[in-house]
Each structure stands twice: as structure tokens, then as C-alpha cells.
């Protein structure tokens, strides 16, 4: 079984800044990539960022410039640095890990979501 634990979610101002953390435990044979999808309220999920193993990223065009996306892979974690938050960034934050078990296929695997707001 593998497990994803997101923390740092939070209410800030626009123009604040909030650092997302992500772990991933349990039977894990290897990592492949690791990201962040979100979720506003009515809206679909997105992807926000994700960065392979050997430390590729992605970054949606709304969030370039302001979001940094970094990962740790001895502690198996992943980390999103948001700065200048806007109301626009609020949503339910998804850590995700494409990851492979032990004698197993590569799947996706995802944590439970972080509440990030953004208000004023």
C-alpha cells in the first residue's frame, strides 16, 4: 500500500505566500514523478505542477513565474512553494505520485487534498 499525505494549506491574503508539502510512504519500488493537481470549487480538476525523478518540470501557464515546484526523493516528498497567491489559486490541492509497488504495475496515487484560500 502506498500512502500520500499532503500539509501546509491555509487561508492568506492575495499577494501572500504558502508552501505545500507532500510524503509518500509504504511499499514504494520507485518513484517516477510527483505533482499537485487542484481543484476550485465547480471546476475540474487541474494539474499545477509535477517533476519527474530526474527533475523535469511542468508548471500550468498560470502559475509560471510564481509557483516552484521541488522534491526531496530520499524522503520521498514534494514540495510546492506558491508565492503571490491570488483569490484565483483557491481550490483543494492534490498531491499525486506516479509510483510503481513492489511486483507491481506503475499507477497513480493520491493524497487527500489541502484547502489553500486566498482572501482579503
Known amino acids: 500500500q502506498v500512502q500520500i499525505v499532503e500539509s501546509g494549506g491555509g487561508s492568506v491574503q492575495p499577494g501572500g505566500s504558502l508552501r505545500l508539502s507532500c510524503a509518500a510512504s509504504?511499499?514504494?519500488?520507485?518513484?517516477?514523478?510527483m505533482g499537485w493537481y487542484r481543484q476550485a470549487q465547480g471546476q475540474q480538476r487541474e494539474l499545477v505542477a509535477c517533476?519527474?525523478?530526474?527533475?523535469?518540470?511542468i508548471y500550468v501557464d498560470s502559475v509560471k513565474g510564481r509557483f516552484t515546484i521541488s522534491k526531496d526523493n530520499a524522503k520521498k516528498m514534494v514540495y510546492l512553494q506558491m508565492n503571490g497567491l491570488q483569490p484565483e489559486d483557491t481550490a483543494v490541492y492534490f498531491c499525486?505520485?506516479?509510483?510503481?509497488?513492489?511486483?507491481?504495475?506503475?499507477?497513480?496515487?493520491w493524497g487527500q487534498g489541502t484547502q489553500v484560500t486566498v482572501s482579503s
Open positions: 499525486y505520485a506516479q509510483a510503481q509497488q513492489y511486483g507491481s504495475f506503475i499507477m497513480d496515487f
Open positions: 517533476i519527474s525523478s530526474v527533475g523535469s518540470t
Open positions: 509504504g511499499s514504494i519500488f520507485r518513484i517516477y514523478a
